[in-house]
């Protein structure tokens, strides 16, 4: 007997990767949406990268529909992302672009993917970020983009969102996650203030067991500081 069933969007990155690894290691059926196949979930659903947004929400979600064979999931939690530098000067539209495409078209192809799939009682996790819940004038793509993120899950919070009933919608807003290739480009920072991949997995895990649940519509900082991760609600 499985634990239960969860899908995680981006399941190829360091995020999703730790994701589909900590909820197999679980006992949990998962599920890997992507740009390339994850070979250690039990269903990849490879995305066409150049599909528009419709084309690729039509196709995620019949996929995943398809896997399922008429079994309902527990929690889809969207970790796809990216990021992009940039202010208005240079190459505005085309950083925001491909932030928009990274981080708001995954999260709203997740939400669609919940509201048709999720059990009642389901979790649907999205990734903002914290510094969006400010300006961001040396990443104005990535600001724009995260802010989408946290305005969708407010709505998804609310009642007639589509989502299945007591379904708990929460966006995590990590500062720095501990992936290779942060420390790869920011070696000489102080690793103890980053958030491990492992910490985030396990509040996924704790959320789709419904232990410890904030209020649905949430939006949730992770803030480390000497390697212990607290949650704190932004207003």
Not at 19 to 28: I, L, S
Not at 107 to 136: C, D, F, R
Not at 142 to 156: N, P
Request: charged share 20%; proline share 4%; glycine share 12%.
């Amino acid at each position: 007997m499985s634990a239960g069933r969860v899908f995680i969007y981006g399941g190829k990155g360091a995020l999703g990767s730790a994701c589909v690894d900590h909820f197999k290691a679980n006992n949990y059926w998962v599920g890997s949406i992507d740009l390339s196949e994850n070979e250690k979930a039990d269903v990849s659903v490879v995305v066409p990268r150049d599909a528009a947004w419709v084309d690729q929400e039509t196709e995620v979600v019949a996929k995943v529909g398809e896997s399922l064979n008429g079994q309902k999931l527990d929690a889809v939690i969207c970790v796809a992302g990216g990021w992009a530098g940039g202010n208005a000067k240079k190459d505005l539209a085309k950083n925001a672009d491909l932030m928009w495409k990274q981080s708001v078209w995954t999260s709203a192809i997740s939400a669609a993917v919940a509201a048709q799939y999720l059990k009642e009682g389901g979790l649907l996790a999205l990734t903002g970020a914290k510094p969006a819940l400010e300006g961001t004038p040396g990443m104005i793509g990535y600001g724009m983009a995260k802010a989408a993120v946290h305005q969708l899950t407010r709505s998804l919070g609310g009642d007639k969102s589509g989502l299945p009933a007591n379904s708990l919608a929460v966006s995590i807003l990590p500062v720095t996650l501990d992936t290779p290739m942060n420390r790869k480009w920011m070696p000489e920072a102080d690793f103890g203030t980053w958030t491990p991949l492992t910490e985030v997995a396990g509040l996924f895990q704790k959320w789709t067991q419904n232990q410890e649940r904030p209020k649905t519509g949430s939006l949730l900082q992770l803030i480390t500081k000497n390697g212990v991760t607290e949650l704190i609600a932004a207003e």
